[in-house]
């Protein structure tokens, strides 16, 4: 089964090195950077990634941004080179790559469409994070959950795609290309009656660098879950 780990990135100097190299010290899996032209050394990174590993690829994008269509350029990259799964994770190192593991066995064993990270499952999931951090995330997941009915954690970025099974045409439906389209992809699917179930796990606050979400892409997310929910064509 031909997996493909991809990873948005923008500005992850501090984290990308260590990430991919305990991705390749657990797995032989091909990976694939989508990078937003980052500015503090992280292509430089890159560069020396792709000379010492056979199955490392990087993309630097200088027009087109967002970490939703980053997320979509590597979905796009898995369908063309006929990949039969994706994961999806980000480079902060707050995503343990030895859950991937799980990820694939559980999507091969029980057929599941979408294998899901949820940070709600586990009462100590946040359990490192700042109150403040906290309390927003939990916010945003109680805001979709009501507005769009789902008890999925659909703002995670952390999960298994079985390309197998997911028609990409259902795919050219998502519009935002921004954080939300993190929500939207799921939300989708499952409306299309996609299998997707949500795994429980521990998410560790970032360390070095900075978040790059914005008080626009919140305003943002806010407007297009309103839209979202007052959608009846997928």
């Known amino acids: ?91 902060d190192g707050t995503h343990d790559p030895k859950e991937i593991k799980k990820m694939l066995i559980l999507s091969k064993k029980n057929k599941y469409d979408v294998i899901n990270t949820s940070r709600f499952l586990n009462k100590k999931s946040l359990s490192d994070w700042p109150a403040f951090r906290k309390l927003i995330t939990k916010l945003r997941y109680f805001l979709v959950k009501i507005f769009l009915k ?19 045409n259902d795919l050219k439906k998502i519009k935002n290309k921004k954080y939300f389209f993190l929500i939207e992809i799921l939300y989708i699917l499952e409306k299309k009656g996609y299998k997707i179930i949500d795994i429980p796990t521990k998410l560790k606050f970032r360390v070095d660098g900075k978040s790059k979400m914005k008080v626009s892409d919140v305003i943002n997310s806010l407007i297009e879950l309103f839209l979202l929910n007052r959608r009846k064509k997928f």
Do not use: W
């Open 1 to 91: 089964m031909k997996t493909l780990i991809i990873i948005p990135t923008l500005n992850e100097a501090s984290n990308i090195l260590i990430l991919i190299k305990k991705i390749f010290s657990l797995y032989s899996y091909n990976v694939l950077v989508i990078d937003d032209n980052s500015t503090d050394g992280t292509i430089k990174k890159l560069k020396f990634l792709k000379k010492n590993y056979k199955k490392f690829k990087y993309l630097v994008r200088k027009k087109e941004k967002g970490i939703g269509s980053a997320h979509l350029k590597g979905i796009q990259y898995a369908y063309k080179f006929k990949y039969d799964f994706c994961i999806s994770m980000d480079a």
């Open 150 to 168: 789902t008890k999925i954690d659909s703002s995670s970025g952390f999960r298994c795609y079985n390309l197998k099974s997911i028609n990409f």
